[in-house]
């Protein structure tokens, strides 16, 4: 089993920055991959972005281009999100898989989930 355990959400406003952090313990040897998804109420889980565990591939998804980062250090995973605009408000979920999938941008790829991180961008 692999844990996942996120911190860095919080209240930001408008074109500022945060960053998210996300600790994996457990079997760790066993993970291809670890990235990000959020979702806010009443919506379907949403990717972000996504890492492999030696940090070769990246996944992001577009609306989030160029304004968030993810990163990989040891067993920590970060995402670096800047510009931040009032519908990245969500709970940020850090999510980890062990086999690498023919869609890694698909909520259904991802086996292991943290219990997820407030962000809240105010106008």
């Known amino acids: 089993q692999v844990q996942l355990v996120e911190s860095g959400g919080g209240l930001v406003q408008t074109g500022g920055s945060l960053r998210l952090s996300c600790a994996a313990s457990g079997r760790t040897f066993e993970i291809y991959s670890m990235g990000w998804f959020r979702q806010t109420p009443g919506k379907e889980r949403e990717f972000v972005e996504a890492i492999s565990w030696r940090g070769k591939n990246i996944w992001y998804a577009d609306s989030v281009k160029a304004r968030f980062t993810i990163s990989k250090d040891k067993n920590m995973v970060y995402l670096q999100m800047n510009s931040l605009k009032p519908e990245d408000t969500a709970v940020y979920y850090c999510?980890?898989?062990?086999?690498?999938?023919?869609?890694?941008?698909?909520?259904?790829?991802?086996?292991?989930w943290g219990q997820g991180t407030q962000v809240t961008v105010s106008t």
């Open positions: 999510v980890a898989t062990s086999v690498l999938r023919a869609a890694m941008t698909n909520v259904d790829s991802y086996e292991y």
